[in-house]
């Protein structure tokens, strides 16, 4: 599948921004699974400063520094981007045991690279997240048989609702009152495959949307979107999106990854001035026909 993906993020200030700073990360990400043909981004005011790096992830980023006076700031990404259909996820049941984990971690190349994603980071803390994990998994258990069982738990446990957490919601907070977004579903699975000692990480991106039978996709309707990754011995980095209680295969286009939120979100950075401030974004992803000759 091929994809023309455009996200567009304007904040609009009550007073003059003298000056700003942000980084970026906006720009999808290639893998064996995924190719990134071209990538544009458009910033107005003109930055002062752009400077396009790689963070400790792996994940491209941009810092910018936009240093003319302004009350506006648009910062639009566009890119196309090929997903692979050859990388479908294995059967769950085949999968090692997940309390066999340990052992397989200590024979893998990579160990410290997956060892990194074991670990509590600062937007997967909780207290009560061990407990919610364990119905999912007995000892013996197919590892990736266990996650998609707690993948399908979240998304039956928990009710999709904006507006009443924002990204700095507590885990133990969305596990009491059941409702968020991606996000928060991710942290929290995220915190109770960690508090197992599985490694996993947080994956930013997008995916393609659906209209209702009978209706034109609206352009600009789409949302950034968020799931995760589990390593799993023998088959690498699978995902796992309970949001929509799936593993993605090829609607899933992923920008960035690493610990939580906080590694990866798409647009963070600092203002002097500008007041109270109001941010829209629109996100629109759309397949594409391409001719090959």
Same mark, same amino acid.
């Given at each position: 599948?091929?994809?023309?993906?455009?996200?567009?993020?304007?904040?609009?200030?009550?007073?003059?921004?003298?000056?700003?700073?942000?980084?970026?990360?906006?720009?999808?990400?290639?893998?064996?699974?995924?190719?990134?043909?071209? *990538?544009?981004?458009? $910033?107005?005011?003109?930055?002062?400063?752009?400077?396009?790096?790689?963070?400790?992830?792996?994940?491209?980023?941009?810092?910018?520094?936009? =240093?003319?006076?302004?009350?506006?700031? &648009?910062?639009?990404? *566009?890119? +196309?981007?090929?997903?692979?259909? !050859?990388?479908?996820?294995?059967?769950?049941?085949?999968?090692?045991?997940?309390?066999?984990?340990?052992?397989?971690?200590?024979?893998?190349?990579?160990?410290? =690279?997956?060892?990194?994603?074991?670990?509590?980071?600062? /937007?997967?803390?909780?207290?009560?997240?061990?407990?919610?994990?364990?119905?999912?998994?007995?000892?013996?258990?197919? #590892?990736? !048989?266990?996650?998609?069982?707690?993948?399908?738990?979240?998304?039956?446990?928990?009710?999709? %609702?904006?507006?009443?957490?924002?990204?700095?919601?507590?885990?133990?907070?969305?596990?009491? =009152?059941?409702?968020? $977004?991606?996000?928060? /579903?991710?942290?929290?699975?995220?915190?109770?495959?960690?508090?197992?000692?599985?490694?996993? +990480?947080?994956?930013?991106?997008?995916? #393609?949307?659906?209209?209702? %039978?009978?209706?034109?996709?609206?352009?600009?309707?789409?949302?950034?979107?968020?799931?995760?990754?589990?390593?799993?011995?023998?088959?690498?980095?699978?995902?796992?999106?309970? &949001?929509?209680?799936?593993?993605?295969?090829?609607?899933?286009?992923?920008?960035?990854?690493?610990?939580?939120?906080?590694?990866?979100?798409? $647009?963070?950075?600092? $203002?002097?001035?500008?007041?109270?401030?109001?941010?829209?974004?629109?996100?629109?992803?759309?397949?594409? =026909?391409?001719?090959?000759?």
């Amino acid at each position: 599948m091929i994809y023309d993906v455009s996200h567009r993020t304007t904040f609009k200030y009550a007073a003059m921004v003298d000056i700003s700073q942000h980084m970026l990360h906006l720009a999808p990400r290639a893998s064996p699974k995924q190719i990134v043909h071209r *990538h544009a981004l458009l $910033v107005e005011p003109t930055p002062t400063v752009s400077k396009d790096s790689w963070d400790y992830f792996g994940n491209a980023s941009t810092y910018l520094t936009v =240093e003319q006076p302004h009350d506006t700031l &648009t910062i639009s990404s *566009h890119a +196309r981007i090929e997903i692979s259909d !050859a990388f479908a996820p294995p059967d769950p049941e085949s999968t090692i045991p997940w309390d066999r984990m340990a052992e397989s971690l200590a024979a893998a190349k990579s160990t410290l =690279e997956i060892q990194q994603f074991q670990f509590e980071s600062p /937007f997967t803390h909780s207290t009560s997240a061990l407990e919610y994990a364990r119905p999912s998994f007995p000892p013996g258990r197919p #590892l990736l !048989a266990a996650a998609a069982d707690l993948t399908h738990r979240i998304f039956s446990d928990f009710k999709y %609702e904006g507006g009443v957490t924002d990204i700095y919601t507590p885990v133990d907070h969305v596990m009491k =009152e059941r409702r968020g $977004v991606c996000q928060d /579903f991710a942290h929290l699975q995220l915190a109770c495959l960690r508090a197992l000692g599985l490694p996993a +990480r947080y994956v930013s991106g997008y995916l #393609l949307t659906h209209p209702p %039978e009978g209706e034109e996709k609206l352009v600009g309707s789409d949302a950034s979107h968020a799931w995760l990754s589990i390593w799993t011995p023998g088959h690498s980095w699978i995902d796992l999106d309970p &949001t929509n209680d799936l593993l993605p295969t090829n609607e899933h286009i992923t920008v960035a990854w690493g610990r939580d939120y906080g590694d990866v979100s798409p $647009v963070s950075g600092m $203002v002097v001035g500008g007041g109270a401030q109001k941010v829209d974004v629109a996100v629109d992803v759309r397949p594409v =026909e391409v001719r090959r000759e």
